[in-house]
């Protein structure tokens, strides 16, 4: 009776042993499929001049696409494209602000007149407030959203139809861990990137059977200079601080070369979903196994973050917030991002 349990157990184990070769094979099988070539293609990165996405342009011109990047402020656009070009990239920069739908239709007109189609598309335009409860507004739930989703929104809608009817395209949607675990003090970046997770895993399934393949970035923190630019509330030196800092810490974040590395061979393979560094996915199946206890653990985090205070509800640059702690020997490797992103005006 021994042997013939012993038996059935390697029977078994050799079994699940066939399964999971299986699926590697599949996995390995579809990846080789839907492997695309980026030469020539025609990439739209919103939020392009500065940060992820700057390094994002680079990377997919590297590849051998012609970049189109958008972003509000025009003077941070023409620094952007002056730097891609003497890189030699193929490089179109144009003014849109994302949230608002007739400029979004009348930027992708632009490149369609220019060079025939949008052949991948990064929604990766962001906003970050940061500051505790009482110090947030409904404006700035409502900016994060117009930023997060209906921004993302508005050019997916603009792009999706003539992907579709070529059955061949990319959409890569820059979400976050805060679109995966909800963490204190940046809960309007969080609801809305959570928004936007829903949105772009949504889409995944519906765009596939069109040749479209949608992948959602979630990354953590990242060194891309991108806390000079974001808003903070309450006591903001102190907010600008601990963000900086975090933001610096190698453990703790990755570099944005890394980062745009990894979501370009994720847009290559048709990947679902990146998320990134190895810290932030242990993070996420973590929370996804024991959400309580990460609720617990970000309770306790909440309780050593800045109390209200400060200039209130008022925003204040993360620039203009500067004090002894940032910038400090603890932020170098986020100051140096900062000035190698176009973070700095």
Same mark, same amino acid.
């Given at each position: 009776?021994?042997?013939?349990?012993?038996?059935?157990?390697?029977?078994?184990?050799?079994?699940?042993?066939?399964?999971?070769?299986?699926?590697?094979?599949?996995?390995?099988?579809?990846?080789?499929?839907?492997?695309?070539?980026?030469?020539?293609?025609?990439?739209?990165? =919103?939020?392009?001049?500065?940060? $992820?996405?700057?390094?994002?342009?680079?990377?997919?011109?590297?590849?051998?696409?012609?970049?189109?990047?958008?972003?509000?402020?025009?003077?941070?656009?023409?620094?952007?494209?002056?730097?891609?070009?003497?890189?030699?990239?193929?490089?179109?920069?144009? +003014?849109?602000?994302? =949230?608002?739908?007739?400029?979004?239709?009348?930027?992708?007109?632009?490149?369609?007149?220019?060079?025939?189609?949008?052949?991948? !598309?990064?929604?990766?335009?962001?906003?970050? +407030?940061?500051?505790?409860?009482?110090?947030?507004?409904?404006?700035?739930?409502?900016?994060?959203?117009?930023?997060?989703?209906?921004?993302?929104?508005?050019?997916?809608?603009?792009?999706?139809?003539?992907?579709?009817?070529?059955?061949?395209?990319?959409?890569?949607?820059?979400?976050?861990?805060?679109?995966?675990?909800?963490?204190?003090?940046?809960?309007?970046?969080?609801?809305?990137?959570?928004?936007? @997770?829903?949105?772009?895993?949504?889409?995944?399934?519906?765009?596939?059977?069109?040749?479209?393949?949608? =992948?959602?970035?979630?990354?953590?923190?990242?060194? @891309?200079?991108?806390?000079?630019?974001?808003?903070?509330?309450?006591?903001?030196?102190?907010?600008?601080?601990?963000?900086?800092?975090?933001?610096? =810490?190698?453990?703790?974040?990755?570099?944005?070369?890394?980062?745009?590395?990894?979501?370009?061979?994720?847009?290559?393979?048709?990947?679902?979903?990146?998320? $990134?560094?190895? !810290?932030?996915?242990?993070?996420?199946?973590?929370?996804?196994?024991?959400?309580?206890?990460?609720?617990?653990?970000?309770?306790?985090?909440?309780?050593?973050?800045?109390?209200?205070?400060?200039?209130?509800?008022?925003?204040?640059?993360?620039?203009?917030?500067?004090?002894?702690?940032?910038?400090?020997?603890?932020?170098?490797?986020?100051?140096?991002?900062?000035?190698?992103?176009?973070?700095? +005006?």
């Amino acid at each position: 009776m021994t042997d013939r349990i012993g038996d059935g157990g390697g029977s078994r184990a050799l079994t699940a042993a066939f399964a999971i070769g299986g699926l590697v094979a599949a996995r390995a099988f579809l990846r080789a499929r839907r492997a695309y070539d980026l030469s020539g293609k025609v990439v739209l990165i =919103t939020g392009g001049g500065r940060g $992820l996405g700057l390094v994002l342009a680079r990377e997919f011109a590297r590849h051998g696409a012609r970049v189109v990047i958008c972003a509000r402020d025009p003077r941070e656009l023409e620094r952007a494209r002056l730097g891609l070009a003497s890189g030699g990239a193929e490089v179109l920069a144009l +003014q849109c602000d994302v =949230t608002e739908r007739l400029q979004v239709d009348a930027l992708v007109h632009d490149v369609m007149e220019k060079w025939g189609a949008i052949d991948v !598309l990064v929604n990766n335009a962001g906003v970050i +407030q940061v500051g505790p409860v009482r110090t947030i507004t409904r404006e700035d739930y409502e900016e994060a959203l117009q930023t997060h989703f209906w921004g993302p929104l508005n050019t997916i809608l603009a792009t999706m139809p003539a992907m579709q009817a070529r059955r061949a395209g990319r959409i890569v949607n820059i979400s976050s861990v805060g679109g995966k675990i909800s963490v204190p003090h940046l809960l309007p970046y969080c609801a809305s990137k959570f928004a936007l @997770t829903g949105l772009s895993e949504g889409l995944r399934t519906e765009l596939a059977r069109d040749n479209v393949f949608v =992948t959602t970035v979630c990354p953590g923190l990242m060194r @891309t200079g991108s806390p000079r630019n974001a808003y903070f509330k309450g006591r903001h030196r102190a907010e600008y601080a601990w963000f900086s800092i975090s933001d610096s =810490t190698p453990l703790l974040s990755t570099s944005a070369e890394h980062a745009a590395r990894r979501i370009v061979v994720a847009c290559q393979r048709g990947d679902p979903e990146l998320i $990134l560094p190895f !810290l932030t996915r242990m993070a996420v199946t973590v929370h996804g196994a024991l959400p309580g206890l990460t609720a617990e653990i970000l309770s306790l985090v909440n309780r050593v973050l800045p109390e209200a205070g400060g200039v209130g509800t008022e925003r204040v640059r993360g620039a203009e917030s500067e004090s002894w702690l940032s910038p400090s020997p603890l932020t170098a490797l986020g100051d140096r991002a900062a000035m190698a992103h176009n973070e700095i +005006q």
